[in-house]
T-cell receptor, first 113, second 109 residues
Framework: DVKVTQSSRYLVKRTGEKVFLECVQD?????MFWYRQDPGLGLRLIYF???????EKGDIPEGYSVSREKKERFSLILESASTNQTSMYLC????????????FGPGTRLTVL | AQRVTQPEKLLSVFKGAPVELKCNYS??????LFWYVQYSRQRLQLLLR??SRESIKGFTADLNKGETSFHLKKPFAQEEDSAMYYC???????????FGSGTQLTVLP
């Protein structure tokens, strides 16, 4: 069974803190993605990775960075959290030639105070 | 620039009534199109893809290239269809998805 897990379901941080969001998949997928989900805006792609140590910017990469040291793990980093980064963060993964069929994690609800 | 428009943020229908969720896209090339769904307290998941031409849970979607639309339809809505629905074309260097803003469907008893 396909499984994408995210390290935290809920997270509360303060402005200026460095925040790490972890995502792990056990399907040996090459592609991994980070989105943020906001009411009225849908899902917006932050970063994606199609191989270990490879990354590409999505539509809204500002204020974020990512790390992919191992195939199964894709981390999203907020270098200095701001209140406008309060959101639901979703991780997804997919097979290399099947990017459009993505498997999603449960999401992390991040609140930045 | 790629753009996906789902004009209805909220849509309510009664059980047994037909339902149509609209999706219009502006995309370079010939994208493949998908509908994703998120039921309450569940993960976002693929509902259907246009290339498969299949019916999933009674839903179908027809790609109209002339109107650049990919509306999702079901002839008889059920209460369990209540969910958030996202239209998503695939394209770009890694064929990544671009999601619309979503339509929250509520099927009333």
């Amino acid at each position: 069974d396909v499984k994408v897990t995210q390290s935290s379901r809920y997270l509360v941080k303060r402005t200026g803190e460095k925040v790490f969001l972890e995502c792990v998949q056990d399907m040996d997928h090459e592609n991994m993605f980070w989105y943020r989900q906001d009411p009225g805006l849908g899902l917006r792609l932050i970063y994606f990775s199609y191989d270990v140590k490879m990354k590409e910017k999505g539509d809204i990469p500002e204020g974020y960075s990512v790390s992919r040291e191992k195939k199964e793990r894709f981390s999203l980093i907020l270098e200095s959290a701001s209140t406008n980064q309060t959101s639901m963060y979703l991780c997804a993964s997919s097979r290399p030639r099947d990017t459009d069929t993505q498997y999603f994690g449960p999401g992390t609800r991040l609140t930045v105070l | 620039a790629q753009r996906v428009t789902q004009p209805e943020k909220l849509l309510s229908v009664f059980k047994g009534a037909p339902v149509e969720l609209k999706c219009n896209y502006s995309y370079s090339g010939s994208p493949e199109l998908f509908w994703y769904v998120q039921y309450s307290r569940q993960r976002l998941q693929l509902l259907l893809r246009h290339i498969s031409r299949e019916s999933i849970k009674g839903f179908t979607a027809d790609l109209n290239k002339g109107e650049t639309s990919f509306h999702l339809k079901k002839p008889f809505a059920q209460e369990e269809d209540s969910a958030m629905y996202y239209c998503a074309p695939a394209g770009g260097s890694a064929r990544q998805l671009t999601f619309g803003s979503g339509t929250q469907l509520t099927v009333l008893p």
